[in-house]
Nanobody, 127 residues
Framework: QVQLVESGGGLVQAGGSLRLSCAAS????????MGWFRQAPGKEREFVAAINRSGTDTDYADSVKGRFTISRDNAKNTAHLQMNNLKPEDAGVYYC????????????????????WGQGTQVTVSS
């Protein structure tokens, strides 16, 4: 199992930027596709972005396309989510997730595919 720790959340004004990080440990990071999900109060957890094992392919929710960028550094066992032009509706707890997979080219947008989750980091966007 891989352990995940998120960081980088905080309070930002609408239009601002944040960069979330996810540090992985305990298992070879290269074996895992990574994803970011978020959950706002009273809402279900939703997919934000995903990246395959090698970092060559990404996928985004329509609501964040063109504003968010997911990346990973396999040498440093970290994944990142760069969030630009933040909107109040982007607020919530952001979770990093890892899915062990043999398919190096695959990305995964379904939460149930992931069996390793971080504790979450809060993102608040003021209008």
């Amino acid at each position: 199992q891989v352990q995940l720790v998120e960081s980088g959340g905080g309070l930002v004004q609408a239009g601002g930027s944040l960069r979330l990080s996810c540090a992985a440990s305990g298992s070879p990071f290269i074996n895992y596709a990574m994803g970011w999900f978020r959950q706002a109060p009273g809402k279900e957890r939703e997919f934000v972005a995903a990246i395959n094992r090698s970092g060559t392919d990404t996928d985004y929710a329509d609501s964040v396309k063109g504003r968010f960028t997911i990346s990973r550094d396999n040498a440093k066992n970290t994944a990142h989510l760069q969030m630009n032009n933040l909107k109040p509706e982007d607020a919530g707890v952001y979770y990093c997730a890892a899915a062990r997979t043999f398919f190096s080219a695959r990305t995964y947008a379904t939460a149930s595919t992931y069996n390793n989750w971080g504790q979450g980091t809060q993102v608040t966007v003021s209008s």
